[in-house]
């Protein structure tokens, strides 16, 4: 059965080579196509299980540190999902980490550590602050490569999530390897006009995202930060239900006194877009585990559950034909 996996990605990884659109800023040599795991070969790994250890790999000519939590049921040989989540701005993996829950869930965690930017703080690219001539896009595909060729990584089941600036990243990765990462969840993004570079000859991707209402960092109906545009949350919701090809407008369900989920129907194959409003909420992380951020974060919803569902539902290889 295994084997036959294999196969069935090498070649969904020629047809989507074919198929794969050119984007103004990705990096030509990045890979966005799903890859064979090599590792699913290695008969174990030095790594421990179910503890967190802090790794660097070489990117562009820098050395480049990760956080990465292998789940207790991890086995050599088979494949296992992995989910990275991206910290924001000043984080460094292990704050994310603390507050989401990521590594509750049944998936290789990965926390990948941002360069020093403005004032020496840690940002991803996409954002005013970032480190400049740094290109994060290339760390993400080398850090993949170098996974899947010493774990056993399901091709398919690759995923990405982040919070503030690192969601912002997330929202440029969906635009410029959505034939890689399979789905992408984003939560109190920081969506910096650089955070669509590629977009406009990019294919659909699946996209979940939440932000309060009150958030004091990035708010809600759009204004400026760091001196650069931002958009209302509705808004850039709807741009991406239009590169999905979904309906004009969404389903709105209210989820217990403070949540609404705004659901796109009927969009691109594999490219569903919800979007929750979470009323009086900060900057903040929905189910936080421990404080992820100035002002309230809501209980109703948990974005580890939600994000865990939504990235279950969106397999790379059930839309590869999108």
């Known amino acids: 059965m295994r084997f036959a996996k294999l196969a069935a990605v090498a070649a969904l990884a020629l047809t989507a080579t074919a198929v794969v659109p050119q984007t103004a800023s990705a990096t030509p040599s990045v890979r966005n196509y799903p890859k064979v795991s090599m590792g699913c070969t290695a008969p174990s790994t030095s790594l421990p299980l179910g503890q967190t250890v802090t790794q660097t790999i070489t990117s562009g000519g820098l050395a480049r540190g990760y956080l990465i939590h292998l789940p207790a049921s991890y086995q050599p040989g088979h494949p296992k ?75 398919l089941r690759i995923f990405a999530t982040g919070k503030s600036n690192g969601a912002g990243f997330v929202s440029l990765l969906a635009c410029q390897l959505p034939m890689r990462i399979a789905a992408f969840a984003t939560i109190a993004g920081a969506f910096y006009p650089g955070t669509t570079v590629g977009c406009s000859s990019s294919v659909p991707a699946p996209i979940v995202d939440f932000h309060g209402t009150a958030d004091p960092t990035i708010e809600y109906n759009g204004g400026t930060s760091h001196s650069e545009p931002i958009p209302n949350l509705m808004d850039w919701a709807q741009n991406w239900a239009n590169h999905n090809h979904c309906a004009a407008t969404p389903v709105e369900t209210p989820i217990g006194s403070d949540v609404i989920q705004f659901s796109w129907q009927n969009c691109a194959v594999n490219a569903s877009v919800t979007h929750y409003r979470i009323l009086g909420a900060g900057h903040t992380w929905p189910g936080e585990l421990v404080d992820s951020g100035p002002g309230s974060a809501t209980q109703t919803v948990k974005a580890q559950q939600v994000i865990w569902s939504f990235f279950n539902a969106h397999t790379l290889g059930s839309g590869l034909f999108r």
């Open 81 to 155: 999902p992995v989910v990275m989540a991206f910290h924001g701005r000043k984080g460094d993996g292990s704050d994310i980490e603390e507050f989401s829950g990521i590594d509750g869930l049944d998936t290789i965690a990965v926390y990948p550590v941002g360069a020093k930017g403005l004032d020496d703080q840690r940002a991803w690219q996409s954002a005013p602050y970032a480190a400049q001539g740094v290109d994060d896009v290339r760390f993400v595909g080398d850090l993949l490569d170098h996974l899947q060729s010493t774990l056993c990584v399901d091709p």
